[in-house]
């Protein structure tokens, strides 16, 4: 069965550094997302992305989270310069374009980023 | 904006028996989606089950079925034969129709006791 995948499973950076989290999102999907999930609490939608440009972004997303898809499978996320209260795991997730509740979405296994 | 309630932080269940996980959501919508995940100590999100808001019939996967309450605004979970592996966070989640983002509950942490 196909799967969202994402590199790396853990991030460990230094406060002010910009860092990179990768996506491959399931191959015949056309809609990605990124969500958010501080330890122990719940997660959180930061980005939708279709047909190449931002759909929809939560106030969460600000100037300092960017996100694309830089070829025809990967879809990164860029956060330019880190906080600490950026230390979260990040979830991809991916799903078809046809927007019933069959067209579920799929989450990859997450990145576990840690700012320091 | 809708919002989605788990009011159970913390649920536990001796193996083999039957556990019910509340959810209720608060939504003006008619048209709309409700899921329930289960994430593991490992942190990966694992979809258990859906139910679309405009059937009347509640889903089932195996072990896991939903009590789906529409006038009510409520969305359980149940577990029957709980196994140890069914040990996990488990979320309730909301989406509108159309190409809308999940709206997530706080989650409940399930225990299996052997």
């Known amino acids: 069965e196909p799967e969202v995948t994402q590199t790396p499973s853990h991030q460990v950076t230094q406060m002010g550094q910009e860092v990179i989290l990768r996506c491959v999102p399931i191959?015949?999907?056309?809609?990605f997302y990124w969500y958010r999930q501080i330890l122990g609490q719940k997660v959180e939608f930061l980005v939708s992305f279709y047909n190449n440009e931002i759909s929809e972004k939560s106030e969460i997303f600000d100037d300092q989270f960017s996100v694309e898809r830089p070829d025809g499978s990967n879809f990164t996320l860029k956060i330019r310069s880190t906080k600490l209260e950026d230390s979260a795991m990040y979830f991809c997730?991916?799903?078809?374009?046809?927007?019933?509740?069959?067209?579920?979405?799929?989450f990859g296994p997450g990145t576990r980023l840690t700012v320091l | 904006a809708q919002t989605v309630t788990q009011s159970q932080p913390e649920m536990s269940v001796q193996e083999a028996e039957t556990v019910t996980l509340s959810c209720t959501y608060d939504t003006s919508e008619s048209d709309y989606y409700l899921f329930w995940y289960k994430q593991p100590p490992s942190r990966q999100m694992i979809l258990v089950i859906r139910q679309e808001a405009y059937k009347q019939q509640n889903a089932t996967e195996n072990r896991f079925s939903v009590n789906f309450q529409k006038a009510a605004k409520s969305f359980s979970l149940k577990i029957s034969d709980s196994q140890l592996g069914d040990a996990a966070m488990y979320f309730c989640a909301y989406r509108s129709s159309g190409n809308t983002p999940l709206v997530f509950g706080k989650g409940t942490r399930l225990s299996v006791i052997a």
């Open positions: 997730a991916s799903r078809r374009l046809t927007g019933g509740a069959t067209d579920t979405q799929y």
């Open positions: 191959s015949n999907h056309l809609y």
